[in-house]
């Protein structure tokens, strides 16, 4: 997980109690600290992290720090490495969740209004230790205020997380980097990271040195090649990448390609991702940031980038800047949304009013396969009338030109879902139309047909032979295909 306190992050401590000995700011550094023996100030022994005076009145000390994001919090680090006989022996944290402008106005030393969450009870530190504890709280926070009872040093505070960031304060015509960690952007997999960590190349502004950035030990083996994978902040189109070398002078790759994949973003394996060209092969330079826009292959939405380099080497920063997909959701803000919304966003999967209705009374949703299985029960739990509903909400597989018109909310969806049919010449197209024609006077309903991956001419055969079905058996044919229909929908709303 990602440490929404670290410095490098953009985190930062805005108020103590008391740092006498050591400055407060040390807590959010990188690392666990280090000891130099023989190293003092005019204060006293000079320590690597935050460190109070004796206390000799009642009370505590405290630190008050902001977030680089705001972000859920999973766990917290409270490390009181080199902190041997002056470790304090409890610890506790609050936290509260403020906007920008209502945290400016706060005195940290004297506000009283403040509505703080305890979100870590007093818990034991040892001398000279990491102590890992888990947050069982999943709300969205800003600040956190550190407590140690009654005084001492800490070396560093991590709190690991995930960025919350609310996307609905994006416009859809906002560019933003969507790769930025700060934006929820996260390195998931390379395949090597032998001098520096992956999770260093979308981190915020520009490398410090060498060690900050991905870079691969020496590929001896010929033809071989290095990649990352990036789990873009959130599902969007990318018009402008920035792969920069910074401080990599004899050791930068040689050239790059990236490409991208649209998949599930709660699973972070991409097994089985199919990976779509997004930059052909471009020449890299030491020490330098490269900027490529108009070599940009497609303006299709991605979830996922894989980075390739070659033959290895290292690189400083990765910047994706594109704009956001204003369709998809993630599961947990599909949980959250205002009734009317989400039937709204629900109803692009089926036109059953009643089954969208369904679901909605069906939230929260714990898992993705809990959303699909629920769809499915309220789907086949519906009356005719509600399948007929959903039904008319497609348009005949094809007549292409309808989806301009009639069906704009599905446009989109539908048209690739029948994308091969505009493959087929005008014989088959016409004896498509035909035949649907025929099948709606017969059958009182369009023809319905899980139409991903099938040519025109498969659809034709489909449709002739279900055809010659009776009106029972086939509208039973088309509840199943609407039920796949309405599962890849979903999958494809689902961040």
């Known amino acids: 997980m990602t440490d929404l306190a670290a410095e490098r992050f953009g985190g930062k401590t805005l108020a103590c109690s008391d740092d006498f000995f050591a400055e407060m700011e040390n807590l959010l550094k990188p690392g666990r600290g280090v000891f130099i023996p023989d190293k003092y100030t005019d204060r006293g022994k000079w320590m690597d992290g935050w460190e109070s005076r004796r206390k000799r009145v009642a009370g505590h000390d405290w630190c008050v720090l902001q977030l680089g994001a705001e972000g859920v919090v999973y766990g917290v680090d409270i490390d009181t490495n080199h902190f041997l006989g002056n470790h304090p022996p409890f610890a506790s944290i609050e936290a509260c969740r403020l906007d920008p402008a209502e945290a400016e106005k706060v005195d940290w030393h004297s506000d009283?209004?403040?509505?703080?969450?305890?979100?870590l009870p007093k818990s034991p530190l040892n001398p000279g230790s990491q102590h890992f504890y888990p947050v069982k709280s999943r709300e969205k926070w800003t600040h956190l205020k550190l407590h140690i009872y009654p005084d001492g040093g800490v070396a560093r505070l991590k709190v690991y997380g995930e960025v919350a960031k609310n996307w609905a304060l994006v416009a859809p015509d906002e560019v933003i980097d969507l790769a930025a960690a700060v934006n929820g952007g996260k390195a998931i997999l390379c395949n090597d990271e032998f001098f520096s960590h992956k999770n260093n190349i979308?981190?915020?502004?520009?490398g410090a040195n060498m060690g900050d950035g991905w870079e691969t030990k020496r590929n001896r083996t010929p033809g071989n090649f290095d990649w990352l994978i990036l789990r873009l902040a959130r599902k969007g189109q990318i018009?402008?990448?920035?792969?920069?070398t910074r401080h990599f002078k004899g050791n930068y790759p040689d050239r790059c390609k990236l490409e991208g994949c649209v998949?599930?973003?709660?699973?972070?394996?991409?097994?089985?991702?199919?990976?779509?060209?997004?930059?052909?092969?471009?020449?890299?330079?030491?020490?330098?940031?490269?900027?490529?826009?108009?070599?940009?292959?497609?303006?299709?939405?991605?979830?996922?980038?894989?980075?390739?380099?070659?033959?290895?080497?290292?690189?400083?920063?990765?910047?994706?800047?594109?704009?956001?997909?204003p369709e998809a959701v993630s599961l947990a803000e599909l949980n959250e949304l205002p009734a009317a919304l989400f039937l709204e966003k629900i109803g692009k999967c089926c036109g059953a009013k009643a089954w969208a209705e369904k679901l909605l009374a069906a939230r929260p949703f714990p898992s993705r396969q809990e959303l699909f299985e629920k769809a499915g029960e309220a789907w086949f739990s519906c009356k005719k009338a509600d399948w007929m509903e959903a039904f008319a909400h497609h348009p005949r597989i094809g007549d292409v030109e309808s989806l301009k018109q009639k069906f704009a909310a599905t446009a989109a969806w539908a048209s690739k879902e029948q994308g091969r049919v505009s493959e087929a010449d005008a014989t088959v197209l016409e004896e498509l139309k035909r035949y649907n024609d025929l099948y709606f006077d017969k059958f009182g309903f369009i023809f319905i047909v899980f139409a991903t991956g099938k040519s025109a001419a498969e659809m034709l055969a489909i449709l002739k032979t279900r055809y010659e079905n009776d009106p029972v058996e086939e509208v039973l044919n088309a509840v199943l295909e609407q039920q796949k229909i309405t599962q890849l929908r979903l999958e494809k709303l689902l961040l």
């Open 239 to 244: 018009r402008k990448i920035v792969v920069d």
């Open 263 to 325: 998949f599930p973003m709660d699973d972070d394996s991409c097994a089985g991702a199919v990976w779509t060209p997004l930059l052909p092969e471009m020449k890299l330079q030491a020490d330098a940031e490269h900027v490529f826009e108009s070599e940009i292959l497609t303006q299709q939405p991605f979830t996922h980038v894989r980075l390739t380099i070659f033959p290895d080497g290292g690189v400083s920063r990765l910047r994706l800047f594109g704009t956001v997909d």
């Open 112 to 119: 009283g209004t403040l509505a703080w969450t305890e979100i």
């Open 202 to 206: 979308n981190m915020p502004n520009r």
